[in-house]
């Protein structure tokens, strides 16, 4: 995708919730994470993926958002199913993880499931990534993503591990 918002909602997407109106104080929220499908036009191109919590696995915590920035943490467990064919994958996704938001970058700390990488992203990981670490996206003034740079853990293409 290639919106500003988009991204930032596919940040949050992975913990279950969208950014609401924001006051100065900073909101609590818990975070219990809740299945979806990642539709083929928006991640993996040929196939749909389905995310969900990992059976017995803790699935939860909390998100402190502030005015700029959001803090997760506390355990949450994903596993993602290729639709097609059946393949799956688990993901530990749990925090600590730290997003802030600017007007032209976004940067993400932390294990991050981004969904929707736009051809701007580093070869191999147009679709779905898996990052840990550092993540700086940079857009236009129209909104669109002109960067991405990783610092950390080399980000894994999901997409490649479902298939």
């Avoid at 006051?23 to 991640?43: E, L, Y």
């Avoid at 467990?77 to 688990?90: C, D, E, R, Y």
Wanted: proline residues 9%.
């Amino acid at each position: 995708m290639k919106q500003f918002s988009s991204v930032c909602t596919v940040a949050l997407l992975l913990l279950g919730l969208a950014l609401p109106a924001l006051a100065a104080k900073p909101t609590i929220v818990d975070n219990p994470f809740t299945p979806f499908v990642i539709p083929a036009a928006n991640g993996c191109g040929t196939f749909d993926v389905n995310a969900a919590p990992t059976a017995g696995r803790p699935n939860g915590g909390r998100v402190i958002l502030f005015a700029n920035s959001a803090i997760a943490s506390g355990p949450v467990f994903v596993t993602l199913t290729n639709l097609t064919t059946g393949k799956s994958i688990n993901l530990n996704i749990s925090g600590p993880a730290k997003f802030g938001f600017t007007n032209n970058t976004t940067v993400l700390q932390g294990p991050t499931l981004l969904i929707g990488f736009p051809p701007v992203a580093p070869p191999n990981l147009q679709g779905i990534a898996f990052a840990k670490g550092r993540t700086v996206i940079k857009f236009d003034d129209s909104g669109n993503i002109i960067s991405v740079n990783f610092v950390g853990k080399t980000p894994q293409d999901v997409c490649a591990l479902l298939e």
